[in-house]
């Protein structure tokens, strides 16, 4: 029932288990296993394995959260606005379904 909530997503580009601000100090947007958060990427324990034997490539972190876009205006300009939210594995239970 958890696994139905259309609620995990994942980036093959971006690395979404970090804060932008944090992102934009590394000063790289991009995917990183040995800097991603361990709180925000939810398949880690099944990945591990792989990571720890070299196949960092075969492995895409996901999140368990929400991934939301909005074209709003300010001031008659379009603005382009999202919203990432992120689940913390170790707190996940029955209280969010």
Not at 47 to 75: A, M, Q, Y
């Amino acid at each position: 029932m958890f696994l139905d909530r259309d609620c995990f997503y994942f980036s093959h580009t971006f690395d979404l288990t970090n804060p932008l601000n944090k992102l934009a100090q590394k000063g790289s947007l991009s995917i990183k296993l040995s800097s991603c958060d361990e709180r925000f990427f939810y398949n880690q324990p099944h990945v591990s394995r792989l990571i720890s034997e070299g196949f960092h490539d075969w492995v895409t972190p996901f999140i368990c959260g929400l991934v939301d876009f909005k074209l709003i205006k300010v001031n008659g300009k379009s603005v382009n606005l999202g919203l990432i939210s992120r689940r913390d594995r170790t707190r996940a239970g029955m209280r969010f379904i």
